[in-house]
């Protein structure tokens, strides 16, 4: 039998095409929008609605469900095509990207029928909440909590650091559907007495305080607390105490598309770095770039980034062949994990080509730096993703 080869296809060469037509497009209106984004914290929604319009937004979702299918790779490639031209929005679309593959795994058909297109098309944003004050990296002990009432659950609790919830529609909540002592009780795993919720951000009972912080172009982050907050049935995703399980289908897909951003963050920066160092004299005609000390960490910069580059786009192939999920696993948090160092590296040594410039806004690279840095804290942080690589894939013991 013919063994699969690692590349890219037509098809996803296409898609990198119509990321950067996109980019082609909102390029002569960047300078409006990255003002809007990091001086305001307002998210444009013409780069959303293109992102839609480009496909990009539904690149996971089937065609029957008004997406192109085109799969992870696809759009990985289309994110870090996007990050790589300097057009931001891309860290929200990895949020979304997980309403999107919690509803297409583990939703009913008329869920799948009532979110997918919108998403795809871009007409509407969701949100995801899942960590709380105390329940961060270690979700399993979140307090939220969806008590089954009849046709709805009643939620209570609250969240934190929940980006775009003041802009999206809807967003999914993780909830307890069972606490930790009736589970321990019963004898039943910590994974077990979950569920995912899509709730209307406007409901009822929900109370929203913005938090003061910096990481995600455009979007701002929110405590939420829900009180008694009315959740039908119907828009429970997943089997009843199920959600972990529905949840975990989206994790690969999480820190896949992470890594492709930080990877056209790299690039962005470079870029950046070396035009600048091919033009800036100080000591003689010889620009900077001229020296060893301005040139080897650049360069360095560029060989990390083409391993990281592979190493991504094999673990975005290996999500799309339906390898087993451990082995995709460890693919996809080497390669968060390496991406994200890549990308604080590459905006660190951009920044220092460019001396005092570096911290100019008009040069992009200082507004770089928290979205760059926040990839190595979150979606998972780095100790985290080594904790998968030390267990599944060296076999070594759980030690938390
Ligand atoms: C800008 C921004 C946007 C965000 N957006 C969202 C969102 O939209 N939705 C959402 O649900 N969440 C969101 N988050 C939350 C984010 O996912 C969490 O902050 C992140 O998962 C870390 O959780 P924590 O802050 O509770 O850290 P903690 O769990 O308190 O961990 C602190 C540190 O301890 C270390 N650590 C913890 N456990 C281990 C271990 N077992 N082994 C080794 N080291 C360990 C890590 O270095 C970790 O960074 C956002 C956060 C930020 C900053």
């Known amino acids: 039998m013919e063994q699969e080869q690692f590349g890219l296809t037509q098809e996803h060469l296409m898609v990198v095409e119509a990321a950067k037509g996109m980019a082609k497009k909102l390029g002569p209106k960047m300078d409006l929008f990255n003002k809007m984004i990091f001086e305001e914290q307002r998210f444009p929604e013409e780069i959303w609605k293109e992102m839609g319009n480009a496909g990009i937004l539904g690149a996971m979702i089937p065609e029957e469900y008004g997406g192109t299918g085109v799969g992870l790779l696809?759009?990985?490639?289309?994110?870090?095509?996007?990050?790589?031209?300097?057009?931001?929005?891309?860290?929200?679309?990895?949020?979304?990207?997980?309403?999107?593959?919690?509803?297409?795994?583990?939703?009913?058909?008329e869920q799948k029928q009532a979110w997918l297109p919108k998403i795809a098309s871009g007409d509407i944003k969701m949100a995801f909440a899942i960590t709380e004050p105390d329940a961060g990296t270690n979700s399993?002990?979140?307090?939220?909590?969806?008590?089954?009432?009849?046709?709805?659950?009643?939620?209570?609790?609250?969240?934190?650091?929940?980006?775009?919830?003041?802009?999206?529609?809807?967003?999914?909540?993780?909830?307890?559907?069972?606490?930790?002592?009736?589970?321990?009780?019963?004898?039943?795993?910590?994974?077990?007495?979950?569920?995912?919720?899509?709730?209307?951000?406007?409901?009822?009972?929900?109370?929203?305080?913005?938090?003061?912080?910096?990481?995600?172009?455009?979007?701002?982050?929110?405590q939420l607390y829900f009180d008694d907050v009315e959740v039908p049935v119907d828009n429970r995703v997943g089997e009843e105490h199920m959600g972990a399980m529905v949840l975990f289908h989206a994790l690969n897909p999480e820190r896949i598309?992470?890594?492709?951003?930080?990877?056209?963050?790299?690039?962005?920066?470079?870029?950046?770095?070396?035009?600048?160092?091919?033009?800036?004299?100080?000591?003689?005609?010889?620009?900077?770039?001229?020296?060893?000390?301005?040139?080897?960490?650049?360069?360095h910069v560029k060989a990390m980034q083409e391993a990281v580059r592979l190493l991504t786009y094999k673990a975005a192939w290996a999500f799309d062949k339906g390898l087993p999920p451990a082995e995709t696993g460890g693919y996809s948090n080497m390669a968060k994990l390496l991406a994200s160092e890549l990308a604080v590296?590459?905006?660190?040594?951009?920044?220092?080509?460019?001396?005092?410039?570096?911290?100019?806004?008009?040069?992009?690279?200082?507004?770089?730096?928290?979205?760059?840095?926040?990839?190595?804290t979150a979606p998972i942080n780095n100790e985290m993703a080594m904790n998968f690589i030390a267990e599944h894939v060296l076999g070594l013991p759980k030690s938390y």
């Open 74 to 109: 696809a759009m990985a490639l289309a994110l870090e095509t996007l990050s790589m031209e300097g057009v931001s929005a891309s860290l929200f679309a990895v949020l979304t990207t997980m309403d999107t593959m919690a509803i297409l795994k583990g939703g009913s058909e």
């Open 140 to 222: 399993f002990r979140m307090k939220t909590f969806a008590k089954r009432d009849g046709d709805v659950y009643r939620l209570n609790g609250q969240k934190a650091w929940i980006t775009g919830f003041d802009v999206a529609d809807h967003a999914i909540i993780v909830a307890r559907t069972m606490t930790l002592e009736e589970l321990k009780r019963q004898g039943l795993p910590k994974s077990y007495g979950m569920g995912l919720f899509i709730v209307d951000t406007k409901a009822k009972g929900i109370t929203m305080n913005e938090m003061n912080t910096m990481g995600i172009e455009g979007f701002k982050q929110f």
């Open 257 to 299: 598309l992470a890594a492709a951003i930080c990877v056209g963050m790299s690039e962005f920066a470079l870029r950046k770095a070396v035009a600048y160092a091919l033009e800036r004299k100080v000591w003689s005609d010889a620009p900077i770039g001229a020296y060893q000390g301005v040139q080897h960490p650049l360069a």
């Open 345 to 376: 590296d590459a905006v660190d040594r951009a920044i220092q080509t460019h001396g005092g410039n570096g911290f100019v806004t008009d040069y992009q690279l200082i507004r770089m730096w928290a979205p760059a840095r926040l990839l190595k």
